[in-house]
C-alpha cells in the first residue's frame, strides 16, 4: 500500500461546548491514493469540514481537539506531531482551499506578497525568484495579466478571479495532496465549471491527490473516482463513485440521490423527501444516527451505531439493514428508483 | 377557496410586464454626482397566467432578484409597466399600492434575516392581518393555527421564537407569512438555495402542493436551473438585465437555443458518474452591468461571436421558445 497518501483511521474530533462535549466526528475512516480525487459529501453539519480541519490541524483553539485515531500522511502520523512541525506540513505538503476567497485572502495584503509569502516560508527562494514563481503560478491557474494581478488587492478581483489566487496559493509548493473544502459553493455554475476544470487540469499536470468537499452529489460525481457520504459525523457509506452512485446501500445516500431535482424529471412531480432532520449533536440518538428518519428502521437500530460493514469490494455501508434495502431496489439504476417514489 | 378549472383556465395573464427598467443611479467622485447607471434590469417582458410558475434563473448579478423586488413593488422602476389583474402598478404611490400587497406576496432567501428574531411566530404570522386590518383576535388566532398546519408546524409554534427552528422549518414560517392573506402572485427569490439538499426537496413539495390547493401564480427566481425546471411550467434565462431566452422548461433544456442557454445548462454537474460531459466552458466573467459591452451583453463570452454581435443589440423573438441573439435573427 505505497501509493496511499492519506489515510484517516477512526478519527475521532470533540468540541467542548458551554452545552458539554460534542463529537463532531465520530470513527470516521478513509484513505486516498496518489493521483485520485476523493470526494466527502455530506449536509451541513455532518462532520466533513471539521474532518478537513482536523487533517490540517487547524482545529479552533483550545475547544476543538482529536481525541482518538490516526491521520497518516505518507505513513507518518499527523495527530501526534508538534504544532511546529506540522506548520512546515501545511501549504507544503497540504495545500487547502477554503469556500470563501474572500475570507481566504487577506484584504490589506496585495496578492503578490500573500503568494509570495507561502514561497518564501517553504522554500529557501530569493524574493525576486518568489516574485517569478508567483507570476508563473497565476498564469498556471488561468489569470490572465498575471504580473499587473501581483499588485492588486483582493477586492479588486471577481469571485472567480479570487478563488483562482486560493488555488495559486495553496499549490504554490507543489504539495502532494489538495484539501478543497466547497471551492465552488459560492460561485456561480459557469464559474464553478472553470474552477472544476482548473483543480482537474493542474491535478494531471503535477500528480496531486485531491480529497474535495461538498455537498453537491453532482459535483462529487464528475470530479472524483471514489466517495465518503457523511451523516451527523459519521460516515454512513464510502465506496467507488460507480459503486455509491449506482447502488446506494445505505438509506440516507438512497434518498439522498433521490431527492435532488435532476433536468430530466418530470416538472412537479413528488420529490423523495427524507423526513425530520438531521438531529443535534447534543442529543445523538444511542443507536444509528439515522434511525429518527430511516423507512428501515428495527428495533435493533436503536440499540447501538452499526459498523462499516463490506458489502462488495471497496464499498463499506454503515446499516444493518442494507440487505432488506437492496431486496427493496428495483434492478435498473436509481432512475428507476425515482419513478417508483414519484408514483408513490 | 380554490379557482375552478374555468377560470383557472383564462387566457388572461394574472401579470404582465412590458420594457421594464430599473436603473439604479451610481454616484461617483467627490461631488458624489449621477454620472453612469447600474442598470440592473434592462427592458424586460413576459407574462404569468394564473396558476402557472415561471422561473427565472441566471447568474449572480444578471437582475433577477432586483426584477421579483420591483414586481413587488419593494423598488420604484425607472421606467415600464407591471399590469397585476389589468392595473398598471409600476407606478402607484404607497397608498394606493396596499389593496395589492395583498395578493402579491413574497418568500425571501434567508428566513434567519426576513423574520423578525424578536417576535414569536404567532406574532409574525399575525403582522399581515394587522397590517391590513383583516379579522378580530379571535379570527387571527385561528387563521395562524390554519397556516402553521398548511405549512406543517405544529401548533405550539406559535410561542416560540424564530431561532427555535431549523432552516427548513424557518423557510415554513416564511412560506406561512406569504400564504396568509390568499395571494394570488409569490415572488420566490431563491426560497431554497439556503437550504440542505433532503431539506429542500421538502420545501419544494410543499409549495408545489400550496400552488395546486390555491391557485397560485409564482415567480421562481433561482440560480440553480435543476431546481427551477422541477417547479417550473415556462422558464425565462436572464443575462445581465435581460432576458435571453425563455420558453417551457422541457423545451429550454432539451432544444436550447441561445449560447449561454447552453454553457448554462452544460456547467449544471450531474448527479451520475455515466454521465459524459459534454461541456461548453464559458470564458471570464459576467461583466458590470454599470458598463455593460456593446451589442449583444454575451459577446465578451459568447463561445459563437460573429462581428454583428458587438454592434447591434439583438431582440427577442420568436413564438414559443423566444431568443435574443443574432444566430437566430429571422431576415426583415
Wanted: with cysteine; proline share 7%; charged share 25%.
Amino acid at each position: 500500500m505505497s501509493d496511499v497518501i492519506l489515510s484517516v483511521n477512526k478519527l475521532i474530533t470533540e468540541f467542548s461546548t458551554d452545552e458539554g462535549r460534542v463529537r463532531a466526528v465520530d470513527d470516521v475512516s478513509f484513505s486516498i491514493k496518489e493521483g485520485e480525487t476523493l470526494g466527502i459529501v455530506g449536509e451541513s453539519g455532518c462532520g466533513k469540514s471539521v474532518t478537513a480541519l482536523s487533517i490540517m490541524r487547524l482545529l479552533p483553539q483550545p475547544i476543538g481537539q482529536i481525541m482518538g485515531g490516526e491521520i497518516l500522511l505518507e505513513g507518518q502520523n499527523l495527530v501526534e506531531l508538534p504544532l511546529e512541525q506540522m506548520r512546515k506540513i501545511r501549504g507544503a505538503r497540504i495545500g487547502m482551499v477554503f469556500q470563501e476567497p474572500m475570507t481566504a485572502l487577506n484584504p490589506v495584503h496585495t496578492i503578490g506578497r500573500q503568494l509570495t509569502e507561502v514561497i518564501l516560508l517553504h522554500k529557501n527562494f530569493s524574493k525576486d525568484k518568489a516574485l517569478r514563481e508567483g507570476i508563473e503560478m497565476l498564469d498556471k491557474v488561468g489569470i490572465p495579466a498575471p504580473d499587473i494581478r501581483m499588485t492588486e488587492y483582493p477586492h479588486q478581483l471577481s469571485g472567480g478571479m479570487r478563488q483562482r489566487v486560493v488555488i495559486a496559493m495553496a499549490l504554490a509548493c507543489q504539495p502532494k495532496l489538495l484539501i478543497a473544502d466547497e471551492p465552488t459553493t459560492a460561485l456561480d455554475v459557469t464559474i464553478q465549471a472553470q474552477i472544476l476544470e482548473l483543480i482537474k487540469d493542474l491535478q494531471k499536470q503535477m500528480g496531486m491527490s485531491v480529497v474535495l468537499i461538498t455537498h453537491d452529489l453532482g459535483v462529487i460525481a464528475e470530479t472524483s473516482s471514489s466517495v465518503v457520504v457523511m451523516y451527523a459525523g459519521k460516515v454512513a457509506e464510502r465506496g467507488s463513485v460507480c459503486d455509491v452512485f449506482d447502488r446506494p446501500s445505505h438509506p440516507y445516500t438512497k434518498d439522498l440521490l433521490e431527492s435532488i431535482p435532476r433536468l430530466d424529471t418530470p416538472p412537479k412531480s413528488k420529490l423523495t423527501i427524507i423526513p425530520g432532520m438531521v438531529p443535534g449533536l447534543l442529543d445523538m440518538p444511542k443507536g444509528c444516527r439515522f434511525e429518527n428518519r430511516c423507512p428501515y428502521r428495527k428495533d435493533s437500530c436503536l440499540v447501538a451505531p452499526p459498523d462499516p460493514e463490506t458489502i462488495a469490494e471497496g464499498h463499506e455501508v454503515a446499516c444493518y439493514e442494507w440487505q432488506e434495502l437492496k431486496r427493496n431496489t428495483v434492478p435498473g439504476g436509481d432512475s428507476a428508483n425515482f419513478k417508483l417514489s414519484a408514483v408513490a | 377557496m380554490s379557482v375552478s378549472p374555468l377560470q383557472a383556465k383564462s387566457i388572461e395573464p394574472i401579470l404582465s410586464v412590458r420594457d421594464l427598467k430599473m436603473h439604479f443611479p451610481v454616484k461617483e467622485g467627490i461631488f458624489m454626482r449621477t454620472g453612469k447607471f447600474n442598470k440592473a434590469v434592462d427592458g424586460i417582458n413576459f407574462d404569468i397566467m394564473p396558476g402557472e410558475t415561471l422561473g427565472l434563473v441566471g447568474e449572480s448579478g444578471c437582475g433577477k432578484s432586483t426584477l421579483g423586488r420591483c414586481i413587488a413593488r419593494l423598488y420604484q422602476p425607472t421606467a415600464g409597466q407591471i399590469s397585476f389583474e389589468g392595473t398598471d402598478i409600476a407606478k402607484l404611490g404607497r397608498k394606493d399600492m396596499m389593496p395589492f400587497r395583498r395578493d402579491i406576496q413574497m418568500i425571501f432567501q434567508d428566513p434567519m434575516e426576513s423574520l423578525n428574531s424578536r417576535h414569536t411566530v404567532g406574532q409574525i404570522l399575525e403582522e399581515p392581518f394587522q397590517v391590513h386590518k383583516i379579522g378580530d383576535k379571535a379570527y387571527r388566532k385561528k387563521r395562524v393555527v390554519e397556516l402553521l398546519d398548511l405549512v406543517g408546524l405544529p401548533a405550539r409554534s406559535v410561542t416560540r421564537y424564530p431561532f427555535e427552528f431549523s432552516g427548513g422549518q424557518r423557510q415554513r414560517i416564511g412560506i406561512a407569512r406569504s400564504i396568509a392573506l390568499n395571494p394570488k402572485l409569490i415572488i420566490c427569490d431563491e426560497p431554497v438555495s439556503a437550504l440542505d439538499v433532503s431539506i429542500q426537496s421538502q420545501i419544494l413539495n410543499l409549495l408545489i402542493d400550496l400552488q395546486k390547493e390555491f391557485n397560485l401564480s409564482y415567480l421562481f427566481i433561482a440560480h440553480d436551473l435543476a431546481v427551477v425546471k422541477h417547479i417550473s411550467d415556462r422558464i425565462a434565462i436572464m443575462y445581465l438585465g435581460k432576458i435571453v431566452e425563455s420558453g417551457e422548461g422541457e423545451s429550454i433544456y432539451r432544444t436550447a437555443r441561445h449560447p449561454y442557454t447552453q454553457s448554462l445548462i452544460s456547467a449544471i454537474p450531474v448527479p451520475d458518474p455515466h454521465h459524459v460531459a459534454t461541456r461548453q466552458i464559458l470564458v471570464g466573467d459576467v461583466p458590470s452591468p454599470i458598463n455593460p459591452p456593446s451589442g449583444c451583453t454575451f459577446h465578451t463570452r459568447c463561445p459563437k461571436v460573429m462581428d454583428v454581435c458587438k454592434e447591434l443589440v439583438p431582440v427577442l423573438n420568436g413564438e414559443d421558445q423566444p431568443v435574443s441573439c443574432h444566430l437566430f435573427e429571422q431576415p426583415k
